[in-house]
């Protein structure tokens, strides 16, 4: 049964024991009046473990490593800051597996903290907005904390309950918020071959960010597209407003958006808030390969760091930086590619260090996020690359197209080789 405590009153050394490992809400539902708790008595504490997937918050700075270990998927959002110190231990996990570790004991969790609404008037508390992994961690966890925000939406999805929750902490702080990027004409230029792929009836999985903002400001003249994704940003608002995004022809789930998590301004929130056509849904269902597989049409947009000649995606580290992470891209690739009338793409800019470096490029330099078995469409500024079913040496001679002006002799010469050996 619930207890109620004021932040101001929250003894963590009371819930929590030298060595624990704890599992946080992430990305927009970060529970931040806790983790300052966190980074504040930790110390006194000891020996204590973190998990989160991504971070917007900024919190988590080098000085936090003083308080707990933290490890995370990758170096999203704001988190760059950490793998840069060393700091940060990654695992290599994709974000629908983060909850079967959980529940499998692969990431240990003694204790919970998470970010709700307040209740409604069935006692129900809405897990607001992040869903993913927070229900695994709740009933895997010895203690759960949770942050109740008064300013958090109640989603229609996932609710827990007072008997779900060791230790409620009300606060009226801000959830995070994250700023629209801004769109450059390069964003546009690569939006905009992406885009023709998006016709009337397509059901769309997007992230957050310029390209993603730039892709959705040029569908305001389809019809009846529908969402399933892991994360939706504020372009999604003005897409239903303008009655392009409707859910009308999925043959699942029609006329709601289905997604994990929402990442933007508080407009979205505002939005959002006991929406009946936007379902919060965990992991098991926005990523599970036998949902996906139900939707035609599909349309998966993901970035990428480099590509290599034979379309292996690397979307994490680029030398000795870790920049990335895995996310969803692989579920999401995989059930791309597989639907009726879909495709999967990865978008991402011909280079990169202002223009010294291909992205596309002979060998990566990191690790294969996505592999070229898996990869179906290729976008650049210059133009999509389509790879799936063909050759590796039809592969390299596509890829050279959209690759930079600047580097297409080079990797001409090297997609020539290809050719030559076959492989």
């Not at 730039?214 to 009846?224: N, V």
């Not at 006991?274 to 599970?288: G, Q």
Request: hydrophobic content about 40%; aromatic content about 4%.
């Amino acid at each position: 049964m619930i207890s109620l405590s004021n932040v101001s009153q929250l003894e963590l050394n009371t819930y929590l024991k030298p060595g624990d490992s704890i599992i946080l809400g992430q990305a927009c539902g970060e529970p931040t009046t806790l983790v300052q708790a966190l980074i504040e008595q930790g110390s006194n504490i000891g020996d204590l473990k973190a998990f989160i997937a991504t971070s917007f918050s900024g919190l988590f700075q080098p000085h936090s490593a003083d308080s707990f270990r933290l490890s995370s998927m990758g170096a999203i959002g704001a988190l760059r800051s950490m793998t840069k110190a060393n700091l940060m231990d990654v695992i290599p996990i994709h974000v629908s597996q983060v909850a079967p570790a959980i529940q499998n004991n692969l990431l240990p969790c003694d204790v919970a903290f998470v970010q709700v609404s307040r209740p409604n008037a069935d006692g129900q508390f809405s897990c607001g907005l992040i869903s993913d992994y927070v229900k695994a961690a709740v009933k895997k966890a010895r203690v759960v904390i949770a942050e109740i925000n008064h300013n958090v939406p109640f989603t229609v999805g996932e609710t827990l309950t007072a008997d779900d929750i060791d230790i409620g902490v009300e606060t009226d702080q801000m959830p995070v918020t994250v700023a629209a990027a801004k769109i450059t004409e390069l964003d546009q230029a690569i939006a905009k071959h992406c885009a023709a792929y998006i016709i009337d009836g397509c059901v769309i999985q997007t992230g957050v960010g310029a390209v993603p903002d730039a892709i959705l400001r040029l569908l305001g003249d389809r019809k009846d597209l529908g969402v399933h994704s892991g994360m939706l940003g504020d372009g999604l608002v003005e897409l239903i407003e303008q009655g392009v995004i409707t859910n009308a022809r999925k043959k699942i789930d029609p006329g709601v958006t289905i997604n994990g998590a929402l990442i933007g301004s508080q407009k979205l929130y505002d939005f959002a808030n006991e929406n009946k056509s936007v379902k919060m849904c965990a992991t098991d269902y926005t990523h599970n390969a036998a949902v996906l597989d139900q939707l035609d049409q599909l349309v998966t947009l993901n970035s990428a760091l480099e590509v290599d000649l034979t379309g292996q995606v690397n979307a994490e580290q680029s030398g000795s930086a870790y920049l990335g992470g895995t996310g969803g891209q692989v579920d999401f690739v995989r059930a791309g590619a597989r639907s009726r009338g879909g495709c999967s793409i990865i978008a991402l800019p011909s280079t990169a260090k202002r223009g010294e470096l291909s992205r596309i490029c002979l060998a990566l330099s990191g690790p294969v996020t996505s592999a070229r078995t898996e990869v179906d469409v290729i976008v650049t500024e210059y133009g999509a690359a389509e790879l799936k079913g063909q050759s590796l040496a039809e592969r390299a001679k596509r890829l050279v197209t959209i690759a930079h002006p600047d580097f297409q002799e080079q990797l001409s010469k090297e997609a020539h080789a290809i050719a030559k050996r076959g492989f």
